[in-house]
């Protein structure tokens, strides 16, 4: 359930910044450091509210999930985009290696890393391409029967 | 004009290799896994293929203005200070250095000059970010602060608009500094 909860603050803090920062005109540090100073005071002088683990890591999962939603929309304009780089976030996070653990910019590292694999498939880039992508996934799936040429 | 071709080529080849490293870090500990194993390798080859055919980079090269770079070291202090010696924790004193940072902005004179430093002081706040057992004491995060601020000096124009990417400069910055300081330890 914990597990979960990372994953899901992950992918909502990527979605609301990417929000705040394009469709609200926050712009990217605005948009990342006032909704994440909200959480984390909320999460340092209310300890208690939750378990230790998560009281731990959601401020962390956050912040990381909102290095992502701080790319530019020419980058990558897609909510689903945002999102799935979000989950790969939260993977990276949950699995991050005890090497670099306390290293300033790991966690920037890893919504970086998150980013550029969404990037390597266009078909999440931008809306037009998305849709594009579905139109051609749905003519490959409902594929209309050729028609029988008549005889004579 | 080859120098800036040179020092684009560098800087990419050294965002994409400490990317890299901190992804095999990840198989390293994992490779028991077979799953999880195969997801690291997949994350590793699409990377790969990103920065080869993407387009991640502006066309020219050009160089961030020093003026900026040098509110780099003091948004780490910054953050280290809130963080390390108010315990305030990571995230709270990184965060909360970007919302001053951030209120910069609005400053009536000198806007030009003020709207660009959120950005590089946010980028120094997550120097700032390492843990007591990294970044030591104030000389370290002042030392990571300034090789951060050189590498977005000369990063300005690579991996344009994509979040992350002041993470990993100052990632490179704190690394760099601790493989010094433990070859001068030595």
Request: proline share 4%.
């Amino acid at each position: 359930m914990d597990t979960i909860i990372i994953i899901a603050t992950s992918i909502a803090g990527a979605l609301i910044t990417f929000l705040f920062n394009t469709r609200l005109g926050l712009g990217p540090v605005k948009s990342s450091a006032w909704l994440t100073l909200l959480i984390a005071a909320y999460f340092h002088y209310c300890p208690d509210v939750l378990s230790p683990y998560l009281t731990r890591h959601i401020p962390v999962a956050y912040i990381g999930g909102s290095f992502i939603g701080m790319v530019s929309a020419r980058q990558l304009s897609t909510y689903t985009g945002i999102a799935l780089a979000g989950l790969i976030f939260s993977f990276i996070y949950l699995n991050t290696s005890k090497l670099f653990t306390g290293y300033g910019g790991a966690l920037g590292t890893s919504a970086c890393i998150s980013l550029l694999v969404v990037l390597s498939i266009p078909y999440f880039r931008t809306k037009r391409k998305m849709t594009i992508g579905l139109l051609q996934l749905r003519r490959l799936i409902i594929r209309k029967p050729a028609q029988k040429k008549r005889p004579g | 004009m080859k120098r800036k071709q040179y020092t684009r080529i560098g800087i990419i080849i050294l965002l994409f290799v400490i990317q890299i490293l901190f992804l095999l870090a990840i198989f390293r500990e994992n490779a028991h896994s077979y799953l999880l194993a195969i997801l690291v390798a997949s994350l590793v080859l699409l990377v790969l293929y990103t920065y080869r055919k993407g387009n991640l980079h502006a066309d020219g090269h050009e160089f961030e203005s020093y003026k900026i770079a040098v509110w780099v070291p003091a948004g780490a202090v910054c953050s280290y200070f809130l963080n390390q010696e108010l315990g305030l924790g990571p995230v709270l004193a990184a965060a909360l250095t970007g919302t001053l940072a951030s209120l910069l902005t609005y400053i009536p004179w000198r806007k030009a000059y003020f709207q660009h430093l959120p950005p590089a002081i946010y980028c120094g706040a997550f120097v700032g970010m390492s843990d007591a057992s990294v970044a030591t004491d104030i000389t370290f995060v002042l030392t990571a602060g300034c090789f951060t601020a050189i590498f977005l000096v000369v990063s300005k124009s690579v991996l344009k608009g994509i979040g992350g990417k002041p993470g990993t400069l100052a990632f490179l910055g704190v690394t760099l500094t601790y493989i010094l300081i433990y070859i001068f330890r030595q």
